[in-house]
């Protein structure tokens, strides 16, 4: 295949699921709750975070986190008591519990009183072609205040060489436009061409077979390549390739 047979063939992929009908078995139904930018941030963050394993239990578990929240996280993440925080015990996500829960919620606070939000926090650290130096100083300030040693490692870092897969979902989700309703492109401070695509086994595995990507491990460095094919394709809007490369690795079995 040719670099422009690709192309057309992976642009086509993009517009095949690169639409409504792809929230419905989909993660990102969570934040499609809310309308207030701060909650749609904090649902789409925890939500992300969360996210590995069945699409199925997540979604479910996601659910059940929002209604922990009394359905308004911005509120609750602004707001709460250590009685509040109580409350959370209960929640479970494979290794994510109850009190990795509060630690986000108590860190997620200090970024909002503290730094401004979460998109003036990534945005004041990003760099022209990359937001992965960004992630690295993200979750520096994540934990700066007090925290559970455990916690730490629900947050990738990429100078670790991890492809960070959860948390650049996350900013696909808050920075780029699609048009189509599926990424909601709330951030502006930031630009789509900053972003790299949520590396994981099905992204990854089709990539591989299309010859755009090469390293065998799912790693920072194959997250790099892959970056750097992804933009040779279109340099301003290379994650418009995860909705293709997904959706024929989930949905077609490619």
């Known amino acids: 295949m040719t670099k422009k047979e690709l192309k057309e063939f992976l642009d086509a992929k993009v517009l095949e699921y690169n639409n409504p009908k792809f929230i419905?078995?989909?993660?990102?139904?969570?934040?499609?709750?809310?309308s207030l930018k701060e909650d749609i941030e904090i649902s789409?963050?925890?939500?992300?975070?969360?996210?590995?394993?069945?699409?199925?239990s997540i979604i479910k578990n996601?659910?059940?986190?929002?209604?922990?929240?009394?359905?308004?996280?911005?509120?609750?993440v602004i707001n709460h008591s250590?009685?509040?925080?109580?409350?959370?015990?209960?929640?479970?996500?494979?290794?994510?519990?109850?009190?990795?829960?509060?630690?986000?919620?108590?860190?997620?606070?200090h970024i909002y009183t503290q730094h401004n939000g979460l998109e003036a926090l990534?945005?004041?650290?990003?760099?022209?072609?990359?937001?992965?130096?960004?992630i690295h100083e993200f979750k520096q300030v994540f934990f700066e205040n007090g925290h559970l040693q455990r916690t730490q490692?629900?947050?990738?870092?990429?100078?670790?060489?991890?492809?960070?897969?959860?948390?650049?979902?996350?900013?696909?989700?808050?920075v780029r436009n699609d048009n189509a309703g599926v990424d909601f492109g709330i951030w502006n401070k930031l630009s789509p061409s900053q972003l790299s695509c949520p590396l994981d086994v099905h992204s990854g595995n089709v990539?591989?077979?299309?010859?755009?990507?090469?390293?065998?491990?799912?790693?920072?460095?194959?997250?790099?390549?892959?970056?750097?094919a992804l933009r040779k394709l279109d340099k301003k809007d290379p994650v418009k390739y995860?909705?293709?490369l997904f959706g024929l690795g989930v949905f077609e079995g490619f």
């Open 242 to 244: 995860d909705f293709a």
């Open 207 to 228: 990539a591989r077979k299309l010859g755009v990507l090469t390293r065998k491990q799912n790693d920072g460095k194959a997250l790099t390549e892959l970056d750097g």
């Open 122 to 134: 990534f945005a004041k650290h990003a760099v022209t072609d990359s937001l992965q130096p960004a």
């Open 153 to 174: 490692k629900h947050i990738s870092d990429p100078k670790k060489n991890s492809a960070a897969k959860r948390i650049n979902m996350f900013l696909r989700w808050m």
């Open 82 to 109: 250590e009685k509040d925080l109580e409350t959370l015990k209960t929640f479970v996500h494979r290794t994510f519990n109850g009190d990795d829960l509060s630690q986000f919620l108590i860190s997620l606070k």
């Open 44 to 56: 789409g963050f925890l939500t992300a975070t969360i996210s590995w394993g069945n699409r199925k």
């Open 62 to 76: 996601a659910k059940q986190l929002m209604e922990l929240l009394d359905q308004s996280p911005y509120d609750f």
């Open 24 to 34: 419905e078995s989909d993660p990102i139904q969570i934040p499609h709750l809310f």
